[in-house]
């Protein structure tokens, strides 16, 4: 037999509000948000490297 929960909260392994579920989706989140945050640097790196490249170039041709 199963063990009967008296406090009124959510079992362990709850399938909506148990703790296991609540860590998932708040490991999933911060996921989310850390992709997020590497898309998004990852783009002004690729920003940065192209302003250089255009600096360079034009440096070069104003050398020669």
Known sequence: SSPVRTTGRPSFTDA???ALSVRSKGLT???KRMDDQINQL???ADQYR???VA???AMEKAAS
Request: hydrophobic share 20%; proline share 0%; charged share 45%.
């Open 16 to 18: 909506t509000n148990g």
């Open 42 to 44: 990852e783009s002004r």
């Open 29 to 31: 989140d911060k996921k």
């Open 55 to 57: 600096q360079f170039a």
């Open 50 to 52: 192209e302003r250089l």
